[in-house]
């Protein structure tokens, strides 16, 4: 079946827009996640969903970063404000089951959305 | 929490040699769930391997092997007879039941060298 998809693959904006980054899960993954790869700071979580659970937002950086998913699919990041710092790759990934299932089952990501803030 | 260090940055080898990635760990919970990654420079991210700390038998996938040691705490992947398509960078990350998140290593940069 399709795995994880995102967009757009690349994003240019200027210092100061806001913008939103799409993840469509695979089809049937309850728990969904959102990472951010740069340079500087490899690979660092954001937030995770599960199911109809509260996310776990510890990761997110800033008030200016928020996501949600709806219906339990799709999720979307929005950045706000965004600033310099804020380049780098926005990795999405799902996997079957999350805490609540018990067993950890992997996760699979999708090929990311580069964002470049000029 | 939970801290994945892979102590090696880049690696360069010769195709057909041998290479082990290495990664260690550290957790303060019993059950806890180890994984790699692999990254090739189109950049999507790729399971390799998931080990569960309960689970100590080493594991053999064609060319690859990983070495689980929880003495050491330590979870080594190694290459046999590596080749161009495995240049790419690799991930060595660590779950807990304590939290949702994969804490990922810096990776390593492996580039093989016809």
């Known amino acids: 079946g399709a795995g994880v998809s995102q967009s757009p693959s690349n994003k240019v904006t200027e210092k100061g827009k806001d913008v939103e980054l799409r993840c469509d899960p695979i089809?049937?993954?309850?728990?969904l996640y959102w990472y951010r790869q740069s340079l500087g700071q490899g690979l660092e979580f954001l937030i995770y969903?599960?199911?109809?659970?509260?996310?776990?937002k510890s990761g997110l950086p800033s008030d200016r970063f928020s996501a949600e998913r709806t219906g339990g699919s799709v999720s979307t990041l929005t950045i706000q404000r965004t600033q310099q710092e804020d380049s780098a790759v926005y990795l999405c990934?799902?996997?079957?089951?999350?805490?609540?299932?018990?067993?950890?089952?992997?996760?699979?990501f999708g090929p990311g959305t580069r964002l470049t803030v000029l | 929490a939970q801290k994945v260090t892979q102590a090696q940055t880049e690696i360069s080898v010769v195709e057909k040699e041998d290479v082990t990635l290495d990664c260690v760990y550290e957790?303060?919970?019993?059950?806890?769930?180890l994984f790699w990654y692999k990254q090739p420079p189109s950049g999507e991210l790729v399971f390799l391997i998931r080990?569960?700390?309960?689970?100590?038998q080493n594991e053999i996938s064609g060319r690859y092997s990983w070495n689980f040691q929880k003495s050491t705490s330590s979870f080594n992947f190694t290459i046999t007879a590596s080749q161009v398509v495995d240049s790419a960078v690799y991930f060595c990350?660590?779950?807990?039941?304590?939290?949702?998140?994969?804490?990922f290593g810096k990776g390593i940069t492996l580039s093989v060298r016809p």
């Open positions: 969903f599960q199911g109809n659970s509260a996310p776990d």
């Open positions: 990934a799902s996997s079957l089951v999350g805490l609540a299932g018990g067993e950890y089952n992997e996760q699979f």
């Open positions: 990350a660590a779950h807990t039941g304590a939290n949702s998140k994969l804490t």
């Open positions: 089809s049937g993954h309850t728990a």
């Open positions: 957790t303060r919970d019993t059950t806890y769930y």
């Open positions: 080990r569960n700390s309960f689970d100590e």
